[in-house]
Structure formats: C-alpha cells, structure tokens
C-alpha cells in the first residue's frame, strides 16, 4: 500500500551527466564547444515508473554521432573541438551537428516528460581556458537553445522535411526544396511527400516557408512537430521541452541545438556556459472514463489517446470557462475516423475526436478589409482565435489541444476545387463538415473534396432543407456565425451560417459576426 502511495506522488528527476563547456570566440569568428564531463547511461525506477536514458550507439544506428557533444567532432576515435562559425541566419543554426539522445519509458506506466538545461555555475575553467568568465553574467539574451523531436512520417522512415533523407530537418532540406523549384534539382517519390509539409500533393514556395517557420519554431508541421527555440535567459524554470508524453514500451528521440545568435557582441569573447541536461518523468495514473461532462480534461485526454471513449457520445456537452469571454459549452462532434482521413491532403478537422463550442462565444471579422485573399490561413480571424481565444483557455486544457491540419477552401484566386491548408489548435467550421456533401450548391466550398460532414451534424441530417441544429445563439439570440471557408466565386467573401440556420455566400470579410471555433485533443 505504501509503494502504491508512493508511486502516485513521485516526481522522477533523471540528471544526466551532460556537460557541455562552450567557449566563444567571437572577434575571431567562431565558437568552440568542449566536451568536459563524460555522461553515463541512466536508468531510474520507482515502482512500476521507469525511464531510461541513452546517449551512444546502443541506441539508434542511424546516427553515428548520438551522443556526441555540440561543437565537437570525432578525429581517429578521439573527440576534439570543432569550429563554429556566426550564422547569417536564424535558420542556420540547424546545419550543425545537434546533441542527440534517446528517452525511454521501460515501465509499465505512461509518463509525461519534460526536459530541462541548467547551467552549472559552479563550474570554474582551468588550463587554457583559466581566466574565462562565463557566459551568462552578461550575455545570456544571446545564448540560444532549440530542441525537436524525431517523430517519423507515416511509412516513410523519415521525418517530414527531411527532404536529403539524412536522419535531420534542417536547412539543408529547405535549400533542396529551392533547388528543386528552380528546376535544379529532382526529387524522388519519398522525398515529394517528405518535401510536402503542407499535405497538398505538390511541393513549392509554400511548403519552404513553412518548413522554415518550423524550424525557427513560429509555426508547427501538419505532423504537429516544431523545433522550440528558446532564448536561454527566458526559460521558465530550465524547461526546453515540456508535457512530452511517451507511453510505457516506447521511446523518443530529441535533437539539441545550443547557440549563440548573430547579434552578439564581439566583447563575447573569453566566456563559457556549462550546462547540464535533466530529464524529468511523472508517470500518468490510469483513470476509467465515466462521463464527458462530469471527467477531469486529464481522464478525457487520456481516453482519447487510448481510443477508450466508449464512455462518450457524439453530441456529449461539457462547460468550459474561458475568463473574459465567459463559460461555455462544448460539445463531441465527431469520433469517427474513415479511411478518407488517411487521404494525402485531407483535412484533420472532421476525423477524430473533435470539439466545437455550441453557441458563439464572441463576434469578429474575418479580414480587415473586404478581401478574402489567401482565404482561412491568412486571415485575421485565423490570428484572433489562435490566438486571442487559445490564450483564453485554461492551462489544463490548452496544453491539451492537439495541432491540427486544417484544409480550407479557397476564393476565386485559386484553381476550381482547390484547398488552402494550415495547421492550427483552433479552427472555424467549414461548409462541407455542417451540411450533407451531396447537394450541387456546395460548389461554393472549393474544399469539399478534402473534408466530411461531422458525426454530429449527420446524425442530425443537416441539409439545405433541414438546417435547425446548425443554429447558434449570441447570449441568447440566433444570430450569424463565420465559416473557414471562402466562397469559391469571389475575392471578397466568407460563407456563414445564418440565424435560422441556412448558409449564406455573400457576406463580405470585413464584417463582424460570431465567432465558434473546433478543435481536437490528444
């Protein structure tokens, strides 16, 4: 009784003897990292907990250098400093040879894990580096740290962007997709679906400028992977990486960038930083789904996770407060998972377990401008909700919403059928997903073909003809509300749905309606 007590209470703190002593010079253009302590393969365990940490070959075959500290390089089996030289860009920082090492769960219990890099300021320089004064008592805004985990896409073996099939995504892959649309390059079937981030059958301009964002951590893959860059005075308590779930059995692999950034000053010169990396678990006690509305946010998540959501049904409400904007309620609209979903550009936000609110929780306007370019993805509605709204949730569920692909359809810009693509936590509902797909005058959603009608909403029949559960009261008055989806024929307006229910194809991006987004969890 007393070790079950225990377990349920434990924090399991992992220290890993990882020292990395960075010494810059930068009046003489580049930056040494030096290895000063040798890590050990640790394995800790509290009852039925167990994490594990591995930083050398045993791990992963693939990567010659697991393990091998930032900065240095191996000549003739000995590790010796190599040169790194400023960055003309952010995104450069991810041509050089990562910290890499592997985290794995040997118990029998699910944990979350975070991951933290704290510097040891005890450490004092001695030999050529007596004198060097560390890092951090006047430089710390420009000490950069990124880290990313490995997750492989699909059947592939390789993680999406990682175009050159080299184990990495980094700016290597990006200056292949460049070559590639100038006709430069070609690229092989593996590498078209590694290169198209945006899931759209097709690699271009598009895909570069997210895979970019993605590696500077602005914005995150259709895969829900983003590289979390981080100033290292900023870290809240040392975290680099947090709310990682890794499941008992399994593993993950994470890569470790630290750097300094290209605004730092010459008088850098003669300071290191020693930093030490933590891996902390908390294993996730198994609870059995009763109800959507009476569950803890952590029971449903972990239901969801499991697929053990007979315990909820589609139509299921909960109340949820969001401060300001006032408490309310959201509803399962969706469970299922066809094998559509599994299509090559289909939209992520009618499969699953999918949420949406049930009333509009505020009012906004799509664009600013009566202008419906670019259509759901460049909107400032996407902004306000992703935003505004996420930011409105409380930190036990926010932490909880999922990334999804989101698939809109587009105005008259684009080719007749063709879809504008994102990857968000909130989302407004399109047309296709409210009303039955097999009436002729949804041609105005260019994106029909890249989504389905909600479980919800087709278990309430929602046609043309029978619209009344598409109605959503503004405290307490039917009243419009937006949709993702820009009308087909024209380059100014959003659909919406109307007060009574009906959908309308001619209200005009700049005006203010209301506001009720989706979105998924797990």
Request: charged share 20%; hydrophobic share 35%.
């Amino acid at each position: 009784m007393y070790i079950d007590k225990l377990i349920k209470k434990e924090i399991i703190t992992l220290l890993v003897s990882v020292s990395l002593l960075v010494v810059i010079f930068i009046g003489v253009t580049y930056a040494k990292f030096l290895s000063i302590d040798n890590g050990k393969d640790t394995v800790i365990n509290v009852g039925d907990l167990s994490i594990s940490f591995c930083n050398d070959s045993n791990c992963d075959s693939t990567y010659s250098n697991i393990g091998q500290v930032i900065g240095t390089k191996v000549e003739n089996g000995v590790t010796v400093p190599a040169g790194i030289y400023p960055y003309s860009t952010e995104a450069e920082y991810s041509n050089a040879i990562p910290y890499i090492f592997k985290v794995r769960n040997t118990g029998t219990l699910d944990s979350t894990v975070k991951i933290k890099l704290k510097e040891d300021a005890t450490f004092v320089p001695s030999g050529d580096y007596v004198g060097y004064n560390r890092l951090t008592t006047k430089y710390a805004d420009h000490l950069k740290v990124a880290i990313r985990k490995r997750v492989l896409y699909k059947d592939t073996g390789y993680q999406l962007g990682d175009v050159n099939m080299d184990g990495f995504v980094n700016k290597k892959d990006i200056d292949i997709m460049h070559d590639y649309s100038l006709n430069k390059v070609e690229l092989n079937a593996t590498q078209m679906i590694l290169g198209d981030v945006d899931c759209n059958n097709n690699v271009n301009i598009a895909d570069i400028s997210r895979l970019l964002a993605s590696i500077l951590g602005i914005d995150v893959l259709s895969d829900g992977t983003v590289t979390n860059v981080s100033v290292f005075s900023t870290l809240e308590n040392n975290v680099i990486y947090s709310d990682d779930i890794i499941k008992a059995g399994e593993e993950a692999i994470y890569f470790i960038w630290l750097y300094l950034d290209n605004t730092t000053p010459n008088d850098a010169q003669k300071t290191f930083f020693v930093g030490n990396l933590d891996v902390v678990g908390e294993y996730i006690p198994k609870v059995s789904p009763v109800s959507f509305s009476t569950d803890s946010w952590d029971t449903i998540v972990n239901a969801v996770r499991e697929n053990n959501t007979d315990k909820y049904n589609v139509g299921d409400t909960k109340e949820i407060d969001l401060g300001d904007y006032g408490t309310h309620t959201v509803r399962i609209v969706n469970k299922s998972t066809p094998s559509e979903c599994s299509t090559q550009g289909f939209s992520q936000t009618a499969c699953g377990f999918v949420l949406e609110f049930t009333d509009i929780i505020t009012t906004h306007n799509i664009n600013d401008e009566i202008s419906s370019e670019g259509g759901f993805p460049s909107s400032v509605m996407r902004t306000f909700i992703n935003n505004d709204i996420y930011n409105a949730f409380p930190s036990g569920v926010k932490d909880q919403i999922a990334s999804t692909f989101v698939a809109s359809g587009a105005n008259k810009d684009y080719e007749e059928g063709e879809a504008v693509t994102s990857t968000d936590k909130l989302f407004l509902l399109s047309l296709s997903e409210i009303y039955s797909n097999d009436i002729e005058e949804l041609t105005s959603d260019g994106a029909i073909a890249f989504t389905r009608q909600l479980d919800y909403y087709a278990n309430k029949r929602v046609s043309t003809s029978n619209h009344s559960a598409a109605i959503k009261k503004y405290n307490g008055t039917n009243s419009v509300w937006w949709l993702r989806t820009a009308t087909s024929g024209s380059y100014s307006n959003f659909l919406s749905v109307l007060a009574d229910g009906t959908w309308n194809i001619t209200y005009s991006a700049d005006r203010v309606y209301g506001v009720s987004p989706a979105f998924k969890i797990g």
